[in-house]
C-alpha cells in the first residue's frame, strides 16, 4: 500500500497539452487518497470528514422541495442575482443582525475560500494561518501562490500573544476558525477572541473567520463571534453544510462594502451565481422554523459520539499520547510522541481496519508528523470502542 500523493507536477511531462503553472502545481489531497483506501465497508473509518447522512433533515427537505416546486417552479429555474435569493439573504442578515446588503450567498464556504483567494491573494502574497490549520483553505488559497506564514496554536486555539508586528506586516489576511477548528477540534477563549481583535484593529489586519462548526456546541456556552466584535475588519464565512446537509452546496460571506463589492464581481465570474432551486429549497425548510430542533437533536447525537470517544482515548491510549477534548464540532486532534510518524502508523492501522488521517497535511509550512485527526460523527459509539482499542493497540507497540 503507498499512501504519498502523486505530484500532478511530476506527470505533465508526459501531458500532451501545456497546462497552465497554476495547474502544474496542483497535487491530489493526501486526504482524498486516505479516503479511497478506507472506503471498504470492513475499515473503522475515522478519516471522512463528512457529517453523519442520517441527520440530514430528508422529509423537511422533501416537503420544503414540493412546495417550492408546486408555489413558483419558474422562478426556482431561473437565473438569478449574483448575491443569492433575497429572503434567503434577510434570513442570513437576521441571524447575524447586519445589513442583507453585507451578506453574500456562496456554493458552499469553500468557494467563499477560493473567492478570497481571487480577491487577495497575488503571487507571493503574505497570508497567515493557524497552524494546523484547514486543509481545503490551504488547497484553495494555494491556487494564487501566496507565502504562508504559520501562527502557532495551542489548547486554546491560535496563540495570539505571537501574531507580532514583523509577522502581520503586509500580510492580507489571517485565516482563522475559532470554533472547533478543523483539524483540532479546538475553541478559541474569549479572551483571546477580544486579544485579536484589538491586536487586528492595531495592526490593520483583516481577519477571515471561517465557522462551519459553531453550532455544533455540545457543552458549554457560546461564545461571540470576532465578526460581531470587529464587523468591519473580518470576513465571516458560514455555512449550511452541517446543519442541513452539505449536497445542497451553500454557504455565506459577511463581508465589509468594500469587500462585498469586489467578492460579488469575483462570484459573478465563477459561476454567475449558487443555484437559485437549493437556495430557495433552503429558505423553504428554513422559515418553518425548523432550524433550532435540528440542530439539537445533531447536537445531541453528536456529542454521544464525542464523549464515547474520549472515554475510549483515555482508557486505551498509552502513556505519552495526549489528545483535545472539543465541546462541539466533528475532529479530535492527538499528538503522538515525537518518535511515533503518523503517516507509518497509518498503513498498520489500515492492515488493522482502522483508519484516521495524518496530520502533517495541514500544515501550511512546518509538519508535525506525529500527529493525527479522529473524526468521531460517522462511526457508530459500539465501533468507536473498537476502532480506538485497536489503535491503541497498535501505538503501545510502537512505544
Ligand atoms: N471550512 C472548514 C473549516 C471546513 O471544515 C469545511 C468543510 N468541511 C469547509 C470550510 C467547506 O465547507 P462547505 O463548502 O461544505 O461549506
Known amino acids: 500500500m503507498k499512501l504519498e500523493s502523486t505530484s500532478e507536477?511530476?506527470?505533465?511531462?508526459?501531458?500532451p497539452f501545456q497546462l497552465s503553472r497554476r495547474a502544474q502545481a496542483l497535487t491530489s489531497s493526501v486526504i482524498r487518497e486516505v479516503l479511497k483506501l478506507t472506503e471498504k465497508p470492513e475499515i473503522i473509518s475515522f478519516a471522512?470528514?463528512?457529517?453523519?447522512?442520517?441527520?440530514?433533515?430528508?422529509?423537511?427537505l422533501r416537503a420544503a422541495c414540493n412546495r417550492v416546486f408546486v408555489a413558483t417552479p419558474e422562478s426556482a429555474l431561473q437565473y438569478g442575482p449574483t448575491e443569492g435569493f433575497q429572503p434567503l439573504r434577510q434570513w442570513v442578515a437576521e441571524k447575524h443582525n447586519v445589513d442583507p446588503a453585507r451578506v453574500l450567498i456562496t456554493t458552499g464556504s469553500q468557494q467563499a475560500l477560493d473567492l478570497l483567494g481571487k480577491v487577495f491573494i497575488d503571487p507571493g502574497s503574505k497570508v497567515l494561518v493557524e497552524a494546523p490549520t484547514y486543509l481545503g483553505a490551504l488547497q484553495a488559497f494555494?491556487?494564487?501562490?501566496?507565502d504562508y506564514m504559520e501562527v502557532p496554536t495551542d489548547d486554546n486555539g491560535l496563540q495570539v500573544d505571537q501574531l507580532s508586528a514583523s509577522l502581520a506586516d503586509g500580510a492580507r489576511f489571517l485565516y482563522t476558525i475559532p470554533n472547533f477548528q478543523n483539524p483540532t477540534g479546538r475553541e478559541l477563549s474569549l479572551t483571546r477572541r477580544q486579544a485579536l481583535v484589538e491586536r487586528a484593529r492595531a495592526l490593520g489586519l483583516l481577519l477571515v473567520e471561517d465557522n462551519p462548526y459553531g453550532e455544533l456546541r455540545y457543552s458549554g456556552t457560546p461564545i461571540a463571534s470576532l465578526?460581531?466584535?470587529?464587523?468591519?475588519?473580518v470576513v465571516y464565512l458560514g455555512s449550511f453544510s452541517k446543519i442541513l446537509a452539505p449536497g445542497l452546496r451553500l454557504g455565506y460571506m459577511l463581508a465589509p462594502a468594500s469587500i462585498h463589492a469586489k467578492l460579488v464581481q469575483a462570484k459573478q465570474a465563477s459561476d454567475l451565481h449558487t443555484p437559485t432551486f437549493t437556495q430557495r429549497l433552503a429558505w423553504e425548510v428554513l422559515s418553518t422554523g425548523m432550524l433550532d430542533q435540528h440542530v439539537a437533536s445533531v447536537c445531541d447525537?453528536?456529542?454521544?459520539?464525542?464523549a464515547a470517544m474520549l472515554d475510549a482515548l483515555s482508557r486505551h491510549m498509552p502513556a505519552g499520547v495526549r489528545w483535545s477534548e472539543p465541546r462541539g464540532g466533528m475532529f479530535i486532534?492527538?499528538?503522538?510522541?515525537?518518535c511515533v510518524d503518523a503517516m507509518a502508523l497509518l498503513q498498520e492501522s489500515v492492515a488493522s481496519q482502522v483508519a484516521f488521517v495524518p496530520g502533517a497535511p495541514f500544515y501550511a509550512n512546518s509538519p508535525r508528523p506525529n500527529t493525527l485527526?479522529?473524526?468521531?460523527?460517522t462511526v457508530p459509539p459500539a465501533q468507536i470502542e473498537?476502532?480506538?482499542?485497536?489503535?491503541?493497540?497498535?501505538?503501545?507497540r510502537h512505544l
Open 9 to 15: 507536477a511530476s506527470r505533465t511531462h508526459s501531458e
Open 48 to 60: 471522512g470528514g463528512l457529517p453523519a447522512a442520517q441527520t440530514f433533515p430528508v422529509d423537511a
Open 142 to 146: 494555494s491556487i494564487f501562490e501566496p
Open 227 to 233: 465578526h460581531s466584535m470587529h464587523p468591519e475588519g
Open 301 to 306: 447525537r453528536y456529542g454521544k459520539h464525542c
Open 333 to 338: 486532534w492527538v499528538d503522538l510522541p515525537p
Open 373 to 377: 485527526r479522529l473524526a468521531f460523527v
Open 386 to 396: 473498537t476502532g480506538i482499542a485497536r489503535l491503541g493497540h497498535i501505538l503501545a
